[in-house]
């Protein structure tokens, strides 16, 4: 059953249109992660769910119910902002039950549910401090008991993690997954930080300039991307992306020059309509192996980073495009000196001269997904 339902959601401002027509659909329970650079409309999107931003046209419904002429209070959701929103001068107590107390709730209410949602966030012993004497993860999960309280239809959560150090970053998005997992409510998640989207998301929804590129799993969008633009958002080093042009094509492979790094046969079987077209290949970093494989070349590290779980080799090609290769371990490899590296014409991904994704099974089109 669907939770959510955007329906040909729109947003101007004068002239200038910021979503362009967004449909959606979010099931219940599911956690869904809007990602996309900055200025591609995610926040805004979310706070025409949460109903802090006027809708020029389109429908939200949430719960089977049309929501969109309401306010934020009546539309059945919690939002957990960016910045913390805390009361400095109120216990974490206080601060926790405040929406309960707008909403004239008993005491014995008040209490019971502020004490299950403590329990869940592991903040019980914390509840007779002030929000000024807790670290920046424990202000968050007070910002997001003051949401559980609420036990809204749906949590709304906008970059709750980015004001954060990178260790206690990542501790919270275990903690919010653990969270989903405990409440098995349904949870709409904005971020620019496509890690965060890959490790939390059911559903990942990538927006560009107000627009919804792709949505799918995690690992969809990471293995089968509809077009450049989300091949190159998902996945970290990003893809890199090679220019060439097909010089052959038939039911088995597509075949495509490289110029000066070589000529490599891609399993794209049945598009003889890119003959002479010029295409672009993309290769993941991590895809790459040092040494000879089904399709190999030289590379030149500029920059070497030794991370110990991994290496990160920033390269010039044989043409002098950059090119970035990540290994296991610590292999050996040096700045300025050449090596070969390898792939597997199969983990390569192939787009069009629009930037559409050329897939392999498909047998008679140019385009498919």
Known sequence: MSQLVLSDLRKSFGDLEIIKGVNLDVSEGEFVVFVGPSGCGKSTL?????????????????????????????????????????????????????????EGLS??????????????LQLESRLQQRPGTLSGGQRQRVAIGRAIVR????????????????????????????????????????THDQVEAMTMADKIVVLNAGTIEQ?????????????????????????NFLSGTVTASDRGNVVVDLGKVGTIKLPRGGHPDLVGKT???????????????????????????????????????ADGKNFVALFEGDPEINQGVSFTVGIDPAKCQLFDSDGIAVHKESQSGMHSS
């Open 46 to 102: 979310l706070r025409m769910i949460a109903g802090l931003e006027d809708v020029s046209g389109g429908e939200i419904v949430i719960g089977g119910k049309q929501v969109k002429d309401l306010p934020p209070v009546k539309r059945g959701i919690a939002m957990v902002f960016q910045s913390y929103a805390l009361y400095p001068h109120m216990s974490v107590f206080e601060n926790i039950a405040f929406p309960l107390r707008v």
């Open 107 to 120: 005491e014995d209410k008040i209490k019971e549910r502020v004490g299950a949602a403590a329990k869940v």
């Open 279 to 317: 295409v672009t290949v993309g290769m993941r970093p991590e895809h790459l192996a040092l040494g000879e494989d089904k399709f190999s070349f030289e590379v030149t590290p500029g920059i070497v980073e030794r991370l110990g779980i991994h290496t990160l080799a920033y390269c010039t090609l």
């Open 215 to 239: 949505i799918g799993s995690p690992l969809e969008l990471y293995h089968k991307p509809d077009n450049i633009f989300v091949a190159g958002f998902i996945g970290s080093p990003k893809m």
């Open 151 to 190: 036990q809204p239809k749906i949590f709304l959560f906008d970059e709750p993690l980015s004001n954060l150090d990178a260790a206690l970053r990542t501790e919270m998005r275990v903690e919010l997954m653990s969270l989903h997992q405990k409440l098995g409510s349904t949870m709409v998640y904005v």
